[in-house]
């Protein structure tokens, strides 16, 4: 079983920076690829980018290539998500989610509770 955390969402200006953290726990949590996800009211839940479980071949969607960077640390059992140059659409509660590493939410096992990301113009 797997529990995860997410941290470090807020409030900031269009062109800033945050850093989400997810902390993982569970006894099979190093061989779970982790994904993060956004979801915005009245909007379906969206990809945003995943990692492996050994931490490579990170992918993204188009919408936040070039400004986000995912990553993942076993031994801290942490996966973060470095968001830069954030403008005020990717506002929307963000999600860390472990499984099978793709694009669709339905492949992924377990879900953290989600921490809020709002992004000011």
């Known amino acids: 079983q797997v529990q995860l955390v997410e941290s470090g969402g807020g409030l900031v200006q269009a062109g800033g920076s945050l850093r989400l953290a997810c902390a993982a726990s569970?006894?099979?949590?190093?061989?779970?690829?982790m994904g993060w996800f956004r979801q915005a009211p009245g909007k379906a839940r969206q990809f945003v980018a995943a990692?492996?479980?050994?931490?490579?071949?990170?992918t993204y969607a188009d919408s936040v290539k070039g400004r986000f960077t995912i990553s993942r640390d076993n031994a801290k059992g942490t996966v973060y998500l470095q968001m830069n140059s954030l403008k005020p659409e990717d506002t929307a509660v963000y999600y860390c989610?472990?499984?099978?590493?793709?694009?669709?939410?339905?492949?992924?096992?377990?879900w953290g509770q989600g921490t809020q990301v709002t992004v000011s113009s």
């Open positions: 989610g472990a499984g099978r590493v793709a694009a669709d939410p339905r492949l992924y096992d377990y």
């Open positions: 569970g006894r099979t949590v190093s061989r779970y690829g």
């Open positions: 990692i492996t479980w050994s931490g490579g071949s990170p």
